[in-house]
């Protein structure tokens, strides 16, 4: 058996300090009835983006997305990666038959709006694009992948919190019903373990777990919790197994899966029985805690919670460097 190795992850204020940053106050929304709040989004190169628009400027929201509003874009977005640079001149008329502006830089987005969704699908930019946001002390939401890279992650978090903006990250997967009684509500009493798998399918330029494996691996992390101390990683052209040993002794895995019908589910186990995590439930339950952060400037994920998964992710690839070495995450120096 081949022996540990470790990964060393050179450690930011962002990492001992997180929970600060998911519990900043932020004035702005002291008063969330002074509707509407106007959200601005970057980058129309992801479903994402008309998907949560059409769920915040339609005719009657959910009373949880009520006065909110989608008013600007700026849609770029990747310019490297033809698949998601394909779909923005369709999502750019999509989201202005629902009344948005599209604008032709970042700052003028910012100049007209709250609120920020950073929706670009490519990673690589997210630093830049995030930086801009945080210079305009505009909280933001940030969807997957956060970036490109563990460290550029890292960054964004830590210069979030060093200015006192407020950011969230989350998969929409993270919100499955039976995930969230799981995590929350005690629905199989203790959490002994879980198995959670999802499409992974990689594109150049990101971690491979990064561009879509995310998902599933916070499926895994949303009934887990944190505390991962190692990991280890099987691969093969279709699949991934990878296999995350926690500090209390319990094992969670993650398979990746690049053939075959791509879902999205997993299974808990538990002291008092095992469940089913059940299908992807949609873009509303993600919105609907988006809103909730936006009115109070509360992330409803710790960051350390977050960066952990993208530390599990990057410790996965090491681990396939190595050939399916176990690999340690930490400690951070």
């Known amino acids: 058996m081949k022996s540990s190795r470790r990964l060393f992850?050179?450690?930011?204020?962002?990492?001992?300090?997180?929970?600060?940053?998911?519990?900043?106050?932020?004035?702005?929304?002291?008063?969330?009835?002074?509707?509407?709040?106007?959200i601005g989004i970057i980058g129309l190169d992801t479903s994402h983006s008309p998907a949560f628009t059409k769920l915040f400027n339609g005719e009657n929201p959910r009373p949880e997305l009520a006065g909110f509003k989608v008013t600007a874009a700026y849609p770029y977005g990747s310019r490297d990666i033809k698949s998601s640079m394909d779909r923005i001149p369709d999502y750019i008329t999509q989201v202005k038959e629902l009344g948005?502006?599209?604008?032709?830089?970042?700052?003028?987005?910012l100049d007209k709006v709250d609120v920020v969704l950073i929706e670009t699908n490519d990673g690589k930019p997210r630093l830049t694009q995030a930086r801009k946001v945080i210079q305009a002390k505009k909280p933001f939401f940030i969807d997957k992948p956060v970036a490109a890279s563990f460290a550029d992650t890292t960054l964004i978090y830590q210069e979030a919190e060093a200015a006192g903006v407020p950011i969230f990250s989350a998969s929409s997967l993270r919100y499955m019903s039976n995930a969230q009684a799981v995590r929350y509500d005690g629905k199989i009493g203790?959490?002994?373990?879980?198995?959670?798998?999802?499409?992974?399918?990689?594109?150049?330029?990101?971690?491979?777990?990064?561009?879509y494996g995310i998902h599933g691996v916070e499926i895994l992390f949303t009934v887990m919790g944190t505390g991962c101390e190692s990991v280890s990683r099987v691969t093969t052209p279709d699949t991934d197994v990878v296999i995350g040993k926690w500090k209390d002794g319990r094992i969670g895995t993650f398979r990746g899966t690049r053939t075959g019908k791509h879902e999205y589910g997993g299974t808990a186990f538990g002291s008092e029985g095992n469940l089913v995590l059940g299908k992807y439930e949609g873009y509303e339950p993600l919105a609907m805690k988006i809103a909730e952060f936006f009115k109070s400037g509360v992330s409803p994920v710790d960051a350390t919670e977050t960066l952990e998964i993208y530390a599990f992710m990057q410790a996965a690839d090491e681990s396939k460097r190595r050939g399916g070495e176990a690999v340690t995450i930490g400690p951070l120096m």
């Open 9 to 38: 992850i050179k450690k930011s204020s962002v990492l001992g300090a997180a929970a600060s940053l998911s519990t900043l106050p932020f004035s702005l929304f002291a008063n969330p009835a002074a509707a509407p709040i106007k």
């Open 100 to 109: 948005v502006e599209i604008t032709d830089s970042i700052e003028a987005m």
């Open 190 to 211: 203790k959490v002994l373990g879980c198995d959670s798998f999802s499409p992974a399918t990689i594109e150049a330029g990101h971690p491979d777990l990064f561009w």
